[in-house]
Antibody, heavy 119, light 106 residues
Framework: VQLLESGGGLVKPGGSLRLSCAAS????????MTWVRQAPGKGLEWVSSISSSTDNYIYYADSVKGRFTISRDNAKNSLYLQMNSLRVEDTAVYYCVKDGSSGWYGAHWGQGTQVTVSS | DIQMTQSPSSLSASVGDRVTITCRAS??????LAWFQQRPGKAPKSLIYAASHLQSGVPSKFSGSGSGTDFTLTISSLQPEDFATYYCQQYYDHPLTFGGGTKVEI
């Protein structure tokens, strides 16, 4: 299993970024996927999850609801996170996570991509 | 939302020690509980799912137990590579929630 995130960077408050996660080594469309973030020196915070292609469930943390959009392209084995109206408190390392076969737990994690929101 | 409380928040131990970390859920979550290890500067790694099932490739010195609201992660015979921060996570319901972490130090 490989999960390779990209798209992070430095952005001003109010700006936008789109994170991508290229997945390989497993049948992508049969697994739910999740984004988890970690602010500097802090613990893990769940951001958003999307179910496998057989279902149609999407979940967001209250802290990002209405600003972030999760999506997936099963043909490209890719997961995305569109982040709009970014705030300073969104600064974190964002991890792409492949959930387990029996639930929404992070069986495999990417190496993370840094998002910094600062003026 | 389901709150996850880990204790202790940090502990000091020696190589060869047996260590136990506790995670408590604010409501019953059956066995929908996972444990992760995070070494400094690295991504988290899955250790245990369904409270007591070892993730593939994880050594048997890690074990988990519990059901309902109270869970434990035990590391038998600590090795230098085990000094890290450990997190629990409930996946009984969304929003998914993590414990605050337990830092295991030398």
């Amino acid at each position: 299993v490989q999960l390779l995130e990209s798209g992070g960077g430095l952005v001003k408050p109010g700006g936008s970024l789109r994170l991508s996660c290229a997945a390989s080594g497993f049948t992508f469309n049969t697994y739910s996927m999740t984004w988890v973030r970690q602010a500097p020196g802090k613990g893990l915070e769940w951001v958003s999850s999307i179910s496998s292609s057989t279902d149609n469930y999407i979940y967001y943390a209250d802290s990002v609801k209405g600003r972030f959009t999760i999506s997936r392209d099963n043909a490209k084995n890719s997961l995305y996170l569109q982040m709009n109206s970014l705030r300073v408190e969104d600064t974190a390392v964002y991890y792409c996570v492949k959930d387990g076969s029996s639930g929404w737990y992070g069986a495999h994690w990417g190496q993370g991509t840094q998002v910094t929101v600062s003026s | 939302d389901i709150q996850m409380t880990q204790s202790p928040s940090s502990l000091s131990a020696s190589v060869g020690d047996r260590v136990t970390i506790t995670c408590r859920a604010s409501q019953g979550i059956s066995n929908y509980l996972a444990w992760f290890q995070q070494r400094p500067g690295k991504a988290p790694k899955s250790l245990i799912y369904a409270a007591s099932h070892l993730q593939s490739g994880v050594p048997s010195k890690f074990s988990g137990s519990g059901s309902g609201t109270d869970f434990t992660l035990t590391i038998s015979s600590l090795q230098p590579e085990d000094f890290a921060t450990y997190y629990c996570q409930q996946y009984y319901d969304h929003p998914l929630t993590f414990g605050g972490g337990t830092k295991v130090e030398i």
